[in-house]
Antibody, heavy 119, light 111 residues
Framework: QVQLQESGPGLVKPSGTLSLTCAVSGDSISSANWWTWVRQPPGKGLEWIGEMYHTGSTNYNPSLTSRVTISVDKSKNLFSLRLRSVTAADTAVYYC????????????WGLGTLVTVSS | QSVLTQPPSVSGAPGQKVTISCTGTSSNLGAGFDVHWYRQLPGTAPTLLIYDNNNRPSGVPDRFSGSKSGTSASLDITGLQAEDEADYYCQSYDTSLTGSVFGGGTRLTVL
């Protein structure tokens, strides 16, 4: 049973950096999957942030690419999200998810974690 | 403004059928990329409901079905039940954005 669990600070100051990790269990971070981040502002829809393959290949949402970095830690079987220069518009529930290589859908999701950007 | 367009809301009485539409463009659905559907119950994470246009993951009842044609896709839910009240999202791949795109979501209300 694949499980993903997000963790990180629930409050970030404006202009600061949002940092989250996603711990993966039941699968190897080095398997044939793209490890993905999706966010959902309160009361709004889903927004794809980006994804990373364990070899280091990444794809980012063009609207966020200048501020976002996704990385993988093979030793800890987890992947991370860093979003720089945050504003109130970055307040959202952040989800990590898995996309199997060769397919476009996200088959496993974490429970999500709310990050609020506020001073 | 989402890349994929869904109606904000649909409703139906218990036992009835509802259809949720998802309209894309020539850079996603029209380019031949598959559509996938997710259900999000209140306060929970989305879960995969339909993948590759019309396939159901294990455990999803056959009351849920999907289809795709050209730049449009739809999710049908028959035999509506109160537990079907949720937000539904379509998703695909977009060549212009070189990544996944979602619809704006549709809230289903069971009357």
């Amino acid at each position: 049973q694949v499980q993903l669990q997000e963790s990180g600070p629930g409050l970030v100051k404006p202009s600061g950096t949002l940092s989250l990790t996603c711990a993966v269990s039941g699968d190897s971070i080095s398997s044939a999957n793209w490890w993905t981040w999706v966010r959902q502002p309160p009361g709004k829809g889903l927004e794809w942030i980006g994804e990373m393959y364990h070899t280091g290949s990444t794809n980012y949402n063009p609207s966020l690419t200048s501020r976002v970095t996704i990385s993988v830690d093979k030793s800890k079987n987890l992947f991370s999200l860093r979003l720089r220069s945050v504003t109130a518009a970055d307040t959202a529930v952040y989800y990590c998810a898995r996309r199997y290589t060769g397919y476009d859908y996200l088959d496993y999701w974490g429970l999500g974690t709310l990050v609020t950007v506020s001073s | 403004q989402s890349v994929l367009t869904q109606p904000p809301s649909v409703s139906g009485a218990p036992g009835q059928k509802v259809t949720i539409s998802c309209t894309g463009t020539s850079s996603n659905l029209g380019a031949g990329f598959d559509v996938h559907w997710y259900r999000q119950l209140p306060g929970t994470a989305p879960t995969l409901l339909i993948y590759d246009n019309n396939n159901r993951p294990s455990g999803v009842p056959d009351r849920f079905s999907g289809s795709k044609s050209g730049t449009s896709a739809s999710l049908d839910i028959t035999g509506l039940q109160a537990e079907d009240e949720a937000d539904y999202y379509c998703q695909s791949y977009d060549t212009s954005l070189t990544g996944s795109v979602f619809g704006g979501g549709t809230r289903l209300t069971v009357l």
